[in-house]
T-cell receptor, first 113, second 113 residues
Framework: SQKIEQNSEALNIQEGKTATLTCNYT??????LQWYRQDPGRGPVFLLL?????KEKRKERLKVTFDTTLKQSLFHITASQPADSATYLC????????????FGAGTRLAVHP | EAQVTQNPRYLITVTGKKLTVTCSQN?????MSWYRQDPGLGLRQIYY???????DKGDVPEGYKVSRKEKRNFPLILESPSPNQTSLYFC????????????FGSGTRLTVV
């Protein structure tokens, strides 16, 4: 079945730099892939969705790319701020269709002033 | 305000004592889902529902039941809780995929002793 791999090590960067987080999946390319933000003890918050026929998607300081050849999505936060510090989760459809959405374990981002 | 409401927020119970975690959404979403989140394992789907009276198992359904008698409500039932069900639980809802992400509730932290 489909598996998602996100870097379990925290990513530490300086304020103002671009943060890049990676999501790799193992099997077939999903029809779409989603990114969420989660703060400690709170529910994930949906950020962006990118479809398999889209190479790139942007929303304000966020950019997501989707490379079905590499089986990889990259999530970028430009001009990062301490308020961007959180765990970022990648999600995609499991075998069986759209509603079986599986999540990666997430990567924690810490932006230092 | 558009939201997914879970209750209770915190719950400590004893092994074997039946409990229900309620979930309600006010966005008229068709899709609803329950996840549990454990350290190092990420979010794992328990059950999902595509509409009233339509439910199906996720990846970790053992020991749980759900029902979807009304569109807005999707309760999670633990008939005989065990300590390995100690976890952080999230309910989520969305319009029909694949164009939208899930809206998550604030979570229910359950401890079974």
């Amino acid at each position: 079945s489909q598996k998602i791999e996100q870097n379990s090590e925290a990513l530490n960067i300086q304020e103002g730099k671009t943060a890049t987080l990676t999501c790799n999946y193992t099997n077939y390319s999903p029809a779409y892939l989603q990114w969420y933000r989660q703060d400690p003890g709170r529910g994930p918050v949906f950020l962006l969705l990118i479809r398999e026929n889209e190479k790139e998607k942007r929303k304000e300081r966020l950019k997501v790319t989707f490379d079905t050849t590499l089986k990889q999505s990259l999530f970028h936060i430009t001009a990062s701020q301490p308020a961007d510090s959180a765990t970022y989760l990648c999600a995609l459809e499991q075998d069986g269709g759209y509603n079986k959405l599986i999540f990666g374990a997430g990567t924690r981002l810490a932006v230092h002033p | 305000e558009a939201q997914v409401t879970q209750n209770p927020r915190y719950l400590i119970t004893v092994t074997g004592k039946k409990l229900t975690v309620t979930c309600s959404q006010n966005m008229n979403h068709e899709y609803m889902s329950w996840y549990r989140q454990d350290p190092g394992l990420g979010l794992r789907q328990i059950y999902y529902s595509m509409n009233v009276e339509v439910t199906d198992k996720g990846d970790v359904p053992e020991g749980y039941k759900v029902s979807r008698k009304e569109k807005r409500n999707f309760p999670l039932i633990l008939e005989s809780p065990s300590p390995n069900q100690t976890s952080l639980y999230f309910c989520a809802s969305s319009p029909p995929p694949p164009n939208y992400g899930y809206t998550f509730g604030s979570g229910t932290r359950l401890t079974v002793v």
